[in-house]
């Protein structure tokens, strides 16, 4: 079975830290870029951090010097370090890969003292 698996949410205070893992297994084939989107309350899902097979990373604004993507060893599985976290973070978060479009059932990052 193919699936993407995320770890690593939480609750956590304005200017704390997380880190998020995911994970694919099965039949996945090539990969093109693994990526993190969120999806806030009453909001569309967005983009928050891409990387593509090649090592190239692309995050949006609003994370940008705040979070960093990384690759494991497992090429399979990458993370999401979150610092200095804030409020308006607050989402769940998925795992995407591409090309297949395939996407993980997403972690919950609550920001909130």
């Known amino acids: 079975q193919v699936q993407l698996v995320e770890s690593g949410g939480g609750l956590v205070q304005p200017g704390g830290s997380l880190r998020l893992s995911c994970a694919a297994s099965?039949?996945?084939?090539?990969?093109?870029?693994m990526g993190w989107y969120r999806q806030a309350p009453g909001k569309e899902r967005e983009v928050v951090a891409i990387?593509?097979?090649?090592?190239?990373?692309e995050y949006s604004d609003s994370v940008k010097g705040r979070f960093t993507i990384a690759r494991l060893s497992a090429k399979t599985t990458i993370s999401l370090q979150m610092n200095n976290l804030r409020p308006e973070d607050t989402a769940v978060y998925y795992c995407?890969?591409?090309?297949?479009?395939?996407w993980g059932k997403g972690t919950l990052v609550t920001v909130s003292s």
């Open positions: 995407n890969l591409r090309p297949m479009d395939l």
């Open positions: 099965g039949n996945i084939g090539s990969i093109y870029s």
């Open positions: 990387m593509t097979s090649g090592g190239f990373t």
